[in-house]
C-alpha cells in the first residue's frame, strides 16, 4: 500500500520528514503508526536560508522584481524560512556571516532544550557548510546532523552562495 502526505516543504526540510518513515518502517512500525509519526513530525520541521541576492528567487517568480532590485543596490542578504508551507522573509543583513548567525539564533529559540536533526544545505559553499555544522554541534543540542548541496532545482532558485538548516525538533 502507498500513501502519498504533502510534508509541505521541500529540499532538506523534506528529507527529514522521509528520514521520519523511513524509520519507523524500519523499527517494523505499522503504515498507519508510519503516517502518524509523519504527520506528527511536519510541523516540527523548517527550513531556513540566507541568500547571497533575490535575483534568482526574482527569475523564477517567487519573489518581486523591485525586492530583488533594492536588495542588490542596497547589497543586502535575504535571509528566508519556510515552515508548514508558509515562506517569510526572516530580515535582511549585510553579510553572510551575520546571516549565518541569524539562522542559528533562530534555531536555537525555536528548539529550545528539544534535541534537533538538522542538515546544513548549501548552493557552493561547502567549507562554510562544514563549519556551520560543528557550530550547530556546540551551539545547539543537535543529535544528528548531515550536510549536502541544494538540487539543481533549488539552486535555480536560490542561486550560488546561499546556505541555511533544516531541522526538526525530536518528539
Known amino acids: ?25 524500519k523499527l517494523g512500525h505499522s503504515l498507519n503508526d508510519i503516517i502518524t509519526k509523519v504527520q506528527q513530525s511536519i510541523p516540527r520541521v523548517e527550513i531556513s536560508l ?52 541569524r539562522l542559528v539564533k533562530s534555531v536555537k529559540e525555536k528548539a529550545g532544550l528539544n534535541k534537533l536533526r538538522a542538515i546544513v544545505v548549501h548552493s557552493d559553499l561547502e567549507k562554510e557548510a562544514r563549519l556551520l555544522e560543528n557550530r550547530l554541534h556546540t551551539e545547539v543540542n543537535c543529535s544528528e546532523t548531515y550536510v549536502t548541496e541544494v538540487s539543481a532545482v533549488v539552486a ?9 538548516i533544516a531541522f526538526c525538533a525530536s518528539e
Open 1 to 25: 500500500r502507498i500513501e502519498l502526505i504533502d510534508c509541505c516543504t521541500g529540499s532538506a526540510a523534506q528529507a527529514l520528514v522521509a528520514l521520519t518513515a523511513a524509520r519507523a518502517a
Open 50 to 101: 540566507v541568500l547571497d541576492t533575490l535575483k534568482y528567487l526574482e527569475r523564477g517568480g517567487r519573489a518581486p522584481k523591485i525586492g530583488a532590485w533594492a536588495t542588490s543596490l542596497l547589497r543586502l542578504k535575504p535571509v528566508v524560512t519556510n515552515s508548514m508551507g508558509h515562506a517569510r522573509l526572516l530580515g535582511m543583513v549585510r553579510s553572510r556571516t551575520q546571516g549565518i548567525d
Open 156 to 164: 535555480a532558485h536560490v542561486g550560488p552562495g546561499a546556505i541555511g
